[in-house]
């Protein structure tokens, strides 16, 4: 019995086990800080062989970490302030709810009040350009450490805050997947605080340096640097006023906070999502008005489907999913199966890729390099669904079959 158990332990890992949990960690760190080498070349080819790598000296800068610290503590300040409401989280498996701020969007609006006074102020925001690689250097070394640090804290979390996930007892597996579903210091829930916080607000501030680097470069921003501004700042914008909408997700409900997430959130996010911007800086585009369609009718499934998710799990008698067709389960939970998720499994995750193509066609065809985040995020997100796909067939059973056939595709309705 005890060996069947282990066997299924070792089945169930995700991101290729402990192989995985190995490599990622190394090869994830050295693809940011070689894209951002890359978009800053003349050529921008990712296929470039040797790769272009940096002198030394490009990677330190002692102005990146001071800035680094400055942001987060400013981000932690304002997470603290007793602003906005404060909102109960999913069941935990004792049965209590933690209570989060919801904060995020008013932490937005007084970030970018600061951020434009600085500006007036004569602040060379520009100079973000330039510290860019010394800054996603310190932000993976800054993720390995948080990542340490909530590893070894973990073993004196009691057992019901571990996450089912990270909790096998292999050091590097549980390192990478995170031992402690919510560690928290004090009212200050860590895992809450990055996913929405200092990368995603940061991000911001990254796309508004690199408008402004274009300024000094040609006295005026671009209409594709404005567009792909405009358009991930209205995404980070809608992701926090939204912010609710988190606490049902399976970063908070399923995964530990491990280094997956802490990279994830610290140094992969603002690094990697503001690609298109540092590029834009170095290789100027003409523009056409695809991306506005794409971004118009991308934004619109995001939102509606994902507004709908979580007001049914919420509550399924507000009037504006009362009347959605449902399949019951064993769970006493019930499965939508009309609406947006009548359309595909994950409607969210189809409006999510047409954004995400829409950020990418200011930067025209010619370069591969502005599309790495269509790429990674279809790849992400196919094998997200999949591990949607396992998680619900061991919770719902035969009822997820009976969805399944109600709903045969997955993201792309009539494609997969």
Not at 102 to 124: E, K, R
Not at 230 to 255: C, G, K, P, R
């Amino acid at each position: 019995m005890k060996l069947n158990k282990q066997k299924s332990s070792k089945a169930e890992r995700e991101f290729g086990g402990t192989l995985g949990a190995t490599c990622i960690p190394v090869f994830l760190p050295l693809t940011v800080l070689y894209l951002l080498c890359v978009c800053r070349s003349p050529a921008a080819s990712v296929l470039q062989w040797p790769p272009v790598l940096p002198p030394t000296a490009q990677l330190w800068d002692p102005l990146a970490p001071i800035l680094l610290l400055a942001w987060i503590a400013f981000q932690s300040f304002l997470y603290l302030l007793p602003l906005g409401k404060v909102s109960d989280g999913m069941v935990l498996k004792n049965g209590s709810r933690l209570k989060y701020r919801i904060n995020g969007f008013q932490a937005l609006c007084i970030s970018g009040v600061l951020v434009t006074l600085s500006l007036w102020l004569g602040m060379p925001l520009g100079y973000l350009f330039e510290l860019l690689l010394p800054m996603a250097v310190c932000a993976i070394g800054g993720s390995f450490l948080l990542s340490l640090y909530l590893y070894i804290r973990s073993f004196w979390a009691p057992h019901h805050a571990l996450a089912q996930g990270g909790n096998t007892g292999n050091p590097l597996y549980d390192f990478f997947m995170g031992r402690e579903l919510n560690p928290r210091i004090g009212s200050f829930d860590l895992k809450y605080f990055c996913e929405l916080r200092p990368g995603l607000i940061g991000w911001v501030v990254i796309n508004l340096g690199m408008l402004m680097k274009e300024v000094e470069l040609r006295d005026s921003a671009s209409l594709a640097m404005i567009l792909v501004n405009s358009f991930q700042l209205l995404y980070v914008a809608d992701a926090l006023w939204n912010e609710e909408a988190v606490l049902t997700t399976m970063d908070i409900v399923h995964d530990g906070f491990g280094f997956m997430l802490a990279f994830g959130d610290l140094a992969w996010v603002p690094f990697t999502y503001s690609l298109q911007a540092a590029f834009l800086v170095v290789h100027p585009q003409s523009l056409g008005p695809c991306a506005l369609v794409f971004v118009s009718a991308g934004y619109y499934v995001f939102r509606k489907s994902n507004s709908q998710k979580n007001q049914f799990r919420r509550d399924p008698t507000h009037p504006s999913v009362a009347n959605l067709e449902t399949i019951a389960t064993a769970t006493g939970k019930r499965l939508l199966v009309s609406g947006w998720w009548g359309l595909v499994r994950h409607p969210n995750y189809l409006g999510d890729l047409l954004m995400a193509l829409a950020w990418s066609l200011p930067c025209g065809f010619h370069h591969l390099l502005p599309y790495f985040y269509v790429v990674y995020f279809t790849v992400l997100l196919i094998h997200r669904e999949a591990r949607d796909e396992r998680h619900c067939r061991a919770k719902y059973g035969v009822a997820w079959d009976t969805y399944c056939r109600h709903v045969p595709y997955r993201i792309l309705p009539y494609i997969y």
